[in-house]
């Protein structure tokens, strides 16, 4: 499930885009479930707690979320998803209130400013009313993404307003942004194996007078989900690559005599 706690982050910033938008674009019907998302939005810009609390239910908007995740966890063969949602739940939650009480200078020019969802607002799909239920689809541009998607908002009517309580489709709309996520989180972690195996055959050397193909020989542990193979070591250079689950980019670094022409030394090189 470490994806699902990696999408977090993704996922906190499409709800709000998601409801954020509607304020800088729609002209709401007083009291219409556009009139209470416009009314989130203009609380969550002036970052009042209280205000916006009369129209999110932030415990049920995360639970809603969560529960979508593992879902789409599962249907791809995920297995580790027992026991996960309290805690998963609790930190959308914490992650959802950092967003609502930030200082509103923070904001600026990042994932909660204004701006930022006005521009990945591409307009309504639909609003449905049914009793004290309504559901209202946003269309929004997908991170780092020309293409549009679809994010369904449902509310229910309290004394007379709207509260956004459950958001749909944010798996299936945040699964592009989390692989890049992880993507560049998987490269992150192959290139810190690779520059910690420079110091373990460096220290290995000193004591060797030769450098070794040898992992178990060395003071080196890969990071979860890699693995490091030397592919040469003489007295003079080594070279080494390195893989991740998380992504199909391989690292590679020389030393020495190792080092292909070109490559600055010591420093990992990463491609498809």
């Known amino acids: 499930m470490a994806q699902l706690r990696v999408s977090l982050p993704v996922v906190s910033v499409l709800i ?6 509607l304020a800088w674009r729609v002209r ?12 989130l939005a203009k609380a969550v810009h002036a970052k009042d707690r209280r205000a916006a609390e009369r129209y999110i239910d932030v415990h049920r908007v995360a639970e809603s979320v969560v529960d979508d995740a593992i879902a789409a966890a599962a249907s791809q063969g995920a297995t580790d998803t027992a026991g996960v949602k309290p805690s998963l739940v ?14 509103p200078g923070a904001a600026a020019g990042g994932p909660w400013d204004p701006r930022t969802w006005s521009e990945r607002y591409q307009g309504i799909e639909d609003v449905q009313e049914r009793g004290d239920r309504a559901r209202v689809g946003v269309r929004l541009r997908l991170e780092e ?5 679809v994010v369904h908002l449902s509310l229910e009517r ?7 309580v459950a958001v749909e489709d944010l ?7 989390v692989a890049r996520t992880n993507e560049r989180a998987s490269e992150a972690a192959m290139k810190s194996d690779l520059r910690n195996l420079v110091t373990a055959e460096e220290m290995y050397r000193a004591d060797h007078g030769t450098y070794t193909t040898a992992l178990q020989a060395l003071t080196f542990d890969v990071s979860t989900g890699g693995t490091v193979a030397i592919t040469a070591a003489t007295r003079d250079g080594w070279s080494a690559v390195a893989r991740h689950e998380g992504t199909a980019t391989v690292c590679r670094i020389a030393i020495g005599n190792g080092i292909l022409r070109g490559s600055p030394e010591a420093q990992p090189q990463c491609s498809p």
């Open 28 to 39: 709401a019907v007083r009291r219409s479930p556009t009139h209470s998302l416009e009314q």
């Open 171 to 177: 798996a299936r709309l945040a699964q592009p942004a």
């Open 158 to 164: 309290v004394d007379g307003y709207w509260r956004l």
């Open 145 to 149: 993404s020309d293409a549009a998607g």
């Open 90 to 103: 609790t930190t959308l939650e914490q992650t959802l209130w950092e967003a609502l009480t930030e200082s």
């Open 16 to 21: 709000l885009t998601a409801a954020g938008v």
